[in-house]
């Protein structure tokens, strides 16, 4: 049994979470490029100084805020995939319906990635997108195998990033491909999830298969 959370390690995840939410409000209202540190610090009642101290700079307060935001939608993803475990065709439509929802819905989304004045935010996940698809297809990854883990963790980790590559794009570019849908993905993959699922049945090794031991 964890004990609590130290004092230091608390303080610091309410700042950030308090910091990160007052990035979103001024995203709600206007185009990044319009948005100065100072008026983050104000209006998460912190100083400048400690916003500096905590993020080092604005373009690093950009990818923090970013990844905030992936993981938002990744926890959504995760509910979508608990509510179809028995179907992994179906949770694989579920899942990205909800990247869908959050690319063509979401105001913030939109702002950050089409919005006038999106040019400094855009790269962070497309051409400078590195951290963002590292880090969300690990998270993904890890609901995927927690949930079917007797399929071959390569496969997982391919199907993973294949989904989050798929979700960035259509995010940046949410008018085409035109008709596209969390059923037209499934339909594209699924065959893909339905073989991995045969080869761990036809299989003469009994139980999940895991990841080889690190040399």
């Not at 995840?13 to 990035?23: G, H």
């Not at 993973?160 to 008018?175: G, H, K, M, N």
């Amino acid at each position: 049994m964890s004990g609590p959370t130290p004092y230091a390690v608390a303080a610091r995840d309410l700042l950030r979470t308090t910091v990160l939410d007052a990035v979103r409000e001024h995203l709600r209202e206007r185009p990044w490029a319009e948005v100065r540190m100072a008026d983050v610090a104000r209006m998460a009642g912190v100083s400048r100084q400690t916003l500096y101290n905590e993020f080092g700079s604005r373009g690093e307060l950009a990818q923090a805020f970013v990844l905030r935001e992936v993981d938002g939608f990744i926890d959504a993803v995760k509910g979508a995939i608990d509510a179809h475990r028995d179907d992994p065709v179906q949770a694989l439509a579920a899942a990205f319906e909800v990247f869908l929802a959050a690319a063509t819905t979401d105001p913030v989304v939109r702002t950050l990635l089409g919005g006038e004045g999106s040019d400094e935010l855009l790269p962070l996940v497309t051409t400078q997108g590195e951290p963002v698809l590292e880090h969300a297809t690990t998270r993904l990854t890890g609901f995927l195998e927690e949930r079917w883990p007797e399929i071959d963790p390569a496969e997982t980790s391919l199907l993973a990033e294949t989904v989050v590559r798929l979700a960035i794009s259509y995010a940046a570019l949410p008018s085409s491909p035109a008709g596209i849908s969390g059923a037209s993905v499934a339909r594209l993959l699924g065959p893909f999830v339905e073989q991995a699922l045969r080869d761990v049945k036809s299989s003469p090794e009994p139980g999940p298969r895991t990841r080889p031991a690190a040399s």
